[in-house]
């Protein structure tokens, strides 16, 4: 059963949404200064750096979190 999360702003995101808005939105060089992980800052890319946030939970909430802070800043 699929229970709706209204309140939820990251509900129906997809990490890879998140990623390529956080991408498009800073860039690489800036996202590296934000959030400090070797993913963003050398060699970086979309596909490994999935692979990585993907396998650690807490550079996976810095990631949601600057989204949110980004996204939703009032």
Known sequence: MNEAQPNNPLHGKTLEMILNKLVEHYGWEKLGSYININCFKENP?????????????????????LYLNTMFAK
């Open 45 to 65: 890319g979309i596909k490994s750096s999935l692979k990585f946030l993907r396998t650690t939970p807490w550079a996976r909430k810095k990631v949601e979190n």
